[in-house]
């Protein structure tokens, strides 16, 4: 029972590299999201999708490109990462509806841009 | 703009003690109020839900209150034990443009010492 998988779980880049988080999700959930996590700022929305073939900006977009090709699928990408996008990273999904909408989270992505 | 403020930012209490957490939130239109609990590595899990006509809502040692009317929501844990040690994030969500946005609050750190 895999839930929300985030790979991969660690990774360290250097400034101006690009790379890509996967996160799979096997609910069969419309909407996904992707989260950053920084020391005493909690979670912050970077975009989010609300079914397959779309996206949207978030509360901190800047920076990051996401594609939802697949349903289960929900990739983040860092173009040129910078050392403020050193964070740990949180994919999530649910189903919406006002009784349900429970965020399911994967484990995160602990991200090092030096 | 939505705002989820949450007191106290840590907390230290001694296993076995009771102890409270509060949310003050300023989200509208409110849909629900879930509280998760995020271990040190791992994804937050979601305890429980609140909607708007709910006062309180337990799952096991933990208890959830809501007053719609002040806008605020607390989490009691009873007889705390040592796997009580996390953060404790609360999560308001309004609906906005047909979908369900969760704002998030920065979290209150909790340790149970033996």
């Known amino acids: 029972n895999a839930g929300v998988t985030q790979t991969p779980k660690f990774r360290v880049l250097k400034t101006g590299q690009s790379m890509t988080l996967l996160c799979a999700q096997d609910?069969?959930?419309?909407?996904m999201y992707w989260y950053r996590q920084d020391p005493g700022m909690g979670l912050r929305l970077i975009h989010y999708s609300v079914g397959e073939g779309t996206t949207a900006k978030g509360e901190v977009p800047d920076g990051y490109n996401v594609s939802r090709l697949k349903k289960q699928n929900f990739l983040l990408g860092l173009e040129s990462a910078a050392p403020s996008q050193t964070s740990v990273y949180f994919c999530a999904s649910s189903q919406q509806g006002v009784w349900t909408g429970e965020l399911f989270f994967g484990e995160g992505s602990r991200l090092t841009v030096l | 703009k939505n705002q989820v403020e949450q007191s106290p930012q840590s907390l230290i209490i001694l296993e076995g003690k009771n102890c409270t957490l509060q949310c003050n939130y300023t989200v509208s239109p409110f849909s629900n109020l879930r509280w998760y609990k995020q271990d040190t590595g791992r994804g937050p899990v979601s305890l429980t839900i609140?909607?708007?006509?709910?006062n309180t809502k337990s799952n096991g040692r933990y208890t959830a209150t809501l007053d719609a009317d002040t806008k605020q929501s607390s989490l009691h844990i009873t007889a705390s034990q040592l796997s009580d040690s996390a953060s404790y994030i609360c999560?308001?969500?309004?609906?906005?443009?047909?979908?369900?946005?969760?704002?998030f609050g920065r979290g209150t750190s909790l340790i149970v010492h033996p």
């Open positions: 999560v308001v969500s309004a609906l906005s443009g047909g979908s369900y946005i969760p704002t």
């Open positions: 609140m909607t708007f006509s709910e």
């Open positions: 609910m069969n959930h419309e909407y």
